[in-house]
């Protein structure tokens, strides 16, 4: 059984940090892609950034370059997502996914999400 779980969130200050994990088993960890997504109270669930299974190689959304962070040890079944300055408008219940095809909208299998807020 795949499953996906979120740590790290919490209350921050507007241009403070908090990293994210998103713990994994169940499946062959270096296999899969693995997204982060969030959803804000009132709004859609929008993507954040992905980490490829091929090469590593990372997305994110416009919003959050130069500021978030993902990486992956795949000895440990974990993956990170590291976010600093973060703004009022970065609240919202981040998500992890995975998806053995790869990044994409719809991933297969999405862990309980873990809620930001930061305050101004």
């Known amino acids: 059984e795949v499953q996906l779980v979120e740590s790290g969130g919490g209350l921050v200050q507007a241009g403070g940090s908090l990293r994210l994990s998103c713990a994994a088993s169940?499946?062959?960890?270096?296999?899969?892609?693995i997204g982060w997504f969030r959803q804000a109270p009132g709004k859609e669930r929008e993507g954040v950034s992905c980490?490829?299974?091929?090469?590593?190689?990372?997305y994110y959304k416009d919003s959050v370059k130069g500021r978030f962070t993902t990486s992956r040890d795949n000895a440990r079944n974990t993956v990170f997502l590291q976010m600093n300055s973060l703004k009022p408008e970065d609240t919202g219940v981040y998500y992890c996914a995975a998806d053995l095809m790869g990044c994409g909208d719809d991933m297969d299998s999405w862990g309980q999400g873990t809620l930001v807020t930061v305050s101004s």
């Open positions: 980490i490829r299974n091929s090469d590593g190689s990372t």
């Open positions: 169940g499946f062959t960890f270096d296999e899969y892609a």
